[in-house]
């Protein structure tokens, strides 16, 4: 099946700067979200753009979204600790009652 | 209560056992959905149940069986699993398709 492609696989940064992952993605979509999942358990939603839109921000989150490059990007800012997890991209590319998951981004967030 | 709960957390059988996997939500959606994890992949989606009834299967072995008693229960039935079977196995729910889902805690399953 489809899927997002995550870039960059793995992350690691200081705690304080800026963290700034990317997702591609192969067909028209309705809309694209980020999860988020530490380790061992459930995904977290954390965002969902739609495809008319170009910006969105919820706290420390910026999420952008290109369609002409089908494409999208999360931006933590102020990284903390805690945002150490896995960030997947998740997209609609099929239309029907399925979301479809990229291969997801570590992030590390260093003290 | 906007929480999808599954049980058990945790979960070891022989592969001749039967047992079963089960995901409870109260927020009235209408959507239920069992993915499977393995270590440092994504989640790879097995069943939809949409309105009760059975809307998309992913090809899934049929060792692998989904129940959908009502509108807020989703049970996942296990029959002679391979070691290869080994997983995190989560359960969503959401609204309707296409919309944010909302993810259990999963059920971490070691097959012997």
């Known amino acids: 099946s489809q899927q997002g492609e995550e870039d960059p696989q793995a992350l690691s940064i200081q705690e304080g700067e800026n963290a700034t992952m990317n997702c591609s993605y192969k067909?028209?979509?309705?809309?694209l979200q980020w999860y988020r999942q530490n380790s061992g358990r459930g995904l977290v939603h954390l965002i969902l753009i739609r495809s008319n839109e170009r910006e969105k921000h919820s706290g420390r989150l910026r999420v952008t979204l290109d369609t002409s490059k089908k494409s999208s990007s999360l931006l933590i800012t102020a990284s903390r600790a805690a945002d150490t997890a896995s960030y997947f991209c998740a997209t609609d590319e099929n239309r029907d009652d399925k979301i479809i998951f990229g291969k997801g981004t570590r992030l590390h967030i260093l003290p | 209560d906007t929480e999808v709960t599954q049980t058990p957390k945790h979960l070891v059988m022989g592969m001749t056992n039967k047992k079963s996997l089960k995901c409870e939500q109260h927020m009235g959606h209408r959507a239920m959905y069992w993915y499977k994890q393995k270590a440092k992949k994504p989640p790879e989606l097995m069943f939809v149940?949409?309105?009760?009834?059975?809307?998309i299967n992913e090809s899934v072995p049929s060792r692998f069986s989904p129940e959908c008693p009502n509108s807020s229960l989703l049970n996942l039935h296990l029959h002679a699993l391979q070691p290869e079977d080994s997983a995190l196995y989560l359960c969503a729910s959401s609204p309707g398709s296409e919309e944010t889902q909302y993810f259990g805690p999963g059920t971490r399953l070691l097959v012997l």
């Open positions: 067909t028209s979509i309705n809309n």
């Open positions: 149940y949409s309105y009760e009834k059975l809307s």
